[in-house]
């Protein structure tokens, strides 16, 4: 009975063990890392595009992009860049995902979008970046930093700005997600790159693609989000956001995406409410449909913005 009784205690030990360390790499921030470096681009997980990446984060820096910061509704200091088009037709407020920087997941599109007559306000989310925060919450908080950053636009420039929200991984699911929320007038239409449904969904898959036994791991990895990082996995979706959008929404995603299923935006795409459409990339795998299609990606996407702007 004994050695039952420790191996019992030897098994609890490893499955809170390995809970905690799933909640650590699930919402935690990462101390003293810039995914955006140079030496992290090319030897991270699109080492193949390092080219493209640093391209487009020498244009941005050649553009002197102004430092600029908002308080979040829970107190902490939200950090982004602002670029100003001299003429622009628009503001473009841009939403990393996950563990990324402001110049790394819109590196390459920064540029474009400029030349479609954008501002650009590239951010960095609460915990990650220069922004203050010590837990990534999948967009159930972040949802409400896009009202943050929408009205420090308001205040600079005027509410009769129009606004375009775009996101991109975790950043497309903050912005699918603030679609369901209230938001103001002048944000006339909204981009989402490869995003996921909710947190548990991308919690669940994850922990599958690893092989991992998501029914025992998951209930611990969700309690311990709502005791220290203050939310549930299963408080929103993006689907019963995209239920109430107004918001006319680009979605993307490419075929070949096994960190984040091309399902989950066609089902959000479903959902929508909006006015909407749909690029999916065959061969593009997560966060890089731009980059296997620029033409066609720029070609849809420019003609779906200048129905709004």
């Known amino acids: 009975m004994k050695w039952v009784m420790l191996a019992l205690a030897v098994l609890l030990l490893l499955w809170l063990g390995t809970g905690y360390a799933m ?32 391209e487009g984060q020498a244009w941005a820096e050649s553009m002197q992009p102004e430092p600029v910061s908002v308080q979040s509704y829970d107190g902490l200091r939200l950090v ?22 402001w110049n790394l997941d819109f590196s390459c599109s920064m540029r474009f979008y400029y030349e479609l007559g954008f501002s650009l306000l590239a951010v960095d989310q609460r915990a990650q970046g220069e922004s203050e925060g010590r837990y990534m919450t999948y967009g159930v908080r972040e949802r409400y930093d896009v009202l943050s950053w929408i009205d420090y636009v308001n205040q600079r420039l005027g509410p009769e700005t129009p606004i375009l929200i775009g996101g991109l991984s975790m950043g497309a699911t903050t912005v699918q997600l603030a679609c369901g929320l209230e938001l103001p007038k002048n944000v006339k239409a909204a981009v989402s790159d490869c995003g996921f449904t909710s947190a548990y969904e991308i919690g669940k898959h994850v922990l599958q693609r690893a092989h991992l036994p998501w029914p025992l791991l998951l209930p611990q990895v969700s309690l311990l989000c709502r005791l220290f990082a203050g939310f549930g996995v299963k408080e929103c979706s993006t689907l019963a956001a995209q239920r109430r959008n107004r918001i006319p929404t680009f979605f993307a995603h490419g075929e070949d995406d096994d960190f984040v299923p ?48």
């Open 23 to 54: 909640f650590v790499v699930f919402c935690v921030r990462r101390k003293n890392y810039d995914p955006a470096s140079k030496e992290n681009v090319e030897h991270g997980s699109h080492g193949e595009y390092a080219v493209p990446i640093l």
């Open 80 to 101: 982004g860049r602002f670029i100003e088009h001299p003429k622009p037709r628009g503001t473009a407020i841009l939403f990393h995902g996950y563990r990324s920087r």
């Open 262 to 309: 091309c399902e989950m935006t066609r089902r959000s795409f479903r959902a929508c409410r909006a006015e909407k459409q749909l690029l999916t990339v065959p061969g593009a795998r997560h966060g890089v449909s731009y980059m296997i299609d620029r033409p066609r990606y720029e070609r849809e996407i420019s003609a779906f913005l200048d129905r709004y702007f």
